[in-house]
């Protein structure tokens, strides 16, 4: 199987294009989406359109700290904010344990009182 993944032709991607395309570059059809149901199903992963793959990306990634415009280029969201009204709450928030700001001093810097 991985000799067959590498063995396929890569080209650039289109940023303003679909995701998910057929080879001649139009969208999926519903024949694509059979196929998707079905590779799910050999691999016994739970079903989930294939649009959704995005909004795993960005939550996975946003959960283990990626950077928000790191995340915002990866997932093609025009904006960060956008992406801060929706995933937020899969960001750290800076609190520590105890509810106290957790913030490292700057190597070599003054701390403040």
Known sequence: MAAKLRALKRRALDPTGFLFTQPDGRPWSSQMNHAWRRSLAQARVRYRPAEQLR?????????????LLYVQSVGGWRSASVLLKV???????????????????RPGGVERA
């Open 87 to 105: 995933y937020a709450r899969w960001m750290d928030n800076g609190l520590g344990p105890s509810g106290d700001v957790a913030i490292e001093p």
């Open 55 to 67: 909004h795993t990306v960005a939550s996975t990634l946003l959960s283990r700290g990626a950077p």
